[in-house]
């Protein structure tokens, strides 16, 4: 079964320095990988997503993730942390079978200090 | 282009009443649908999916139950809330065909059960 973990519930960064939020997945077949951001009290959404392909992907707001399949990651970074990138952030892989399911980590807050 | 809306934005009810919680989509055929569930600090978790009308799969059990009456309408319906139901709900579409995994939220209804 597909199963995503998220290191640290919390992660507190200056404004101006990097981003590194961690995703590990767990997939028995190659897994789609996304991210996710949520603002307060507003839905999710999609910052970035790897299929297939390139393992680097780039995605809104300057994000970017990389997908190593050799220590099944996909972590998030981003060069230098903006006041406006506090929120959650949620790591997904998806299940594509019967329809396709999103299986999520319980999610990162991320802090921007200035 | 493709929109999700959800409605009513918040809602407080009270221990033992009913709960409808809609969500239609715009600009797509039979996609596929979902209901997930945010409770702090807890995640995501799927509650329902649907792949066409009138076909529910149920992740959990629960109190809670969902339809699908026409193509791109999801209800979530409760017949008596328990305090426990409180919580962030977000329906979330996906494509039917063509599909590349990801998910594309609505906005969310706060539920308090008091």
């Known amino acids: 079964a597909q199963s995503v973990t998220q290191l640290g519930s919390h992660v507190s960064v200056s404004e101006g320095a990097l981003v590194l939020l961690r995703c590990n997945y767990s997939?028995?077949?190659?897994?789609?990988l996304f991210w996710y951001v949520q603002y307060p009290n507003q839905g999710l959404q999609l910052l970035l997503k790897?299929?297939?392909?390139?393992?680097l992907v780039k995605g809104i707001n300057g994000f970017e993730a990389e997908f190593k399949k050799s220590e099944t990651s996909f972590h998030l970074t981003k060069p230098s942390a903006h006041m406006s990138d506090a929120a959650e952030y949620f790591c997904?892989?998806?299940?594509?079978?019967?329809?396709?399911?999103?299986?999520f980590g319980a999610g990162t807050i991320l802090r921007v200090k200035s | 282009s493709q929109t999700i809306h959800q409605w009513p934005a918040t809602l407080v009810q009270p221990v033992g009443s009913p709960l409808s919680l809609e969500c239609t989509v715009e600009?797509?055929?039979?996609?596929?649908l979902y209901w997930y569930r945010q409770a702090a600090g807890r995640g995501l978790q799927l509650l329902f999916y649907?792949?066409?009308?009138?076909?529910i799969s149920s992740e959990v059990p629960q109190n809670l139950s969902a339809s699908r009456p026409q193509d791109r309408q999801f209800i979530l319906s409760s017949k008596k809330l328990l305090l426990s139901d409180s919580g962030f709900y977000l329906c979330?579409?996906?494509?039917?065909?063509?599909?590349?995994?990801?998910?594309?939220f609505g906005e969310g209804s706060r539920l308090t059960v008091l």
């Open positions: 979330a579409w996906s494509a039917g065909t063509r599909n590349t995994g990801e998910l594309f």
């Open positions: 997939s028995s077949v190659p897994p789609y």
């Open positions: 790897y299929t297939t392909g390139a393992t």
């Open positions: 997904a892989v998806s299940v594509m079978e019967y329809g396709n399911k999103l299986v």
């Open positions: 600009g797509t055929s039979n996609p596929n």
């Open positions: 649907s792949v066409g009308i009138g076909q």
